[in-house]
């Protein structure tokens, strides 16, 4: 049985390139992804290079903790050094936002991710490609949640990259 998976990409770190090549292994992984736009925003939890951050959706057959397997074989392709601590510079950022409906609270996975609800780089996205979708445990849509956030929203503006 086919389900919906949303994936935030972030990068601060030779951004458009790790961007790209995560897009490019997502699609080999995953199939036909539907991107939102890029944003470019200020990091966050630290001082460092601004993110370049986008969400992707898909549909897969793969069971929640195959998906998650296979975002971290990619971010270890693309040099993610998991010893650094949670806010700093890095080279590729995957994280599975919500996987249809489905709540998940266990070392090492979170589902739907908290920083739905925290950022703007995370919402904002997500909301672009997923309007109607509904919060799992907020049960609101994504674009209410978003006019909510907007007004007091950090920096984020839109960064042109082809990701074809």
């Avoid at 057959?61 to 998650?68: I, L, M, Q, S, T």
């Amino acid at each position: 049985m086919s389900v919906t998976v949303y994936v935030s990409l972030g990068s601060n770190v030779q951004r458009d390139r790790n961007i790209r090549l995560a897009v490019k292994e997502m699609r080999t992984a995953f199939g036909n992804l539907r991107l939102s736009p890029v944003y470019e925003s200020a990091s966050v939890g630290f001082d460092g290079s601004d993110f370049l951050n986008l969400v992707a959706g898909f549909e897969t057959d793969n069971e929640v903790h195959e998906v998650v397997q296979e975002l971290r074989v990619i971010e270890d392709r693309l040099g993610r050094d998991r010893s650094q601590p949670r806010f700093s510079p890095r080279p590729i950022d995957l994280d599975i936002l919500t996987y249809d409906g489905l709540i998940i609270d266990e070392p090492g996975i979170q589902i739907p991710r908290e920083e739905i609800l925290q950022n703007a780089f995370v919402l904002k996205p997500l909301c672009d490609i997923a309007p109607d979708g509904v919060h799992p445990l907020v049960k609101q849509d994504y674009q209410a949640l978003w006019l909510a956030m907007a007004s007091d929203a950090p920096r984020l503006e839109v960064y042109e990259l082809s990701l074809d």
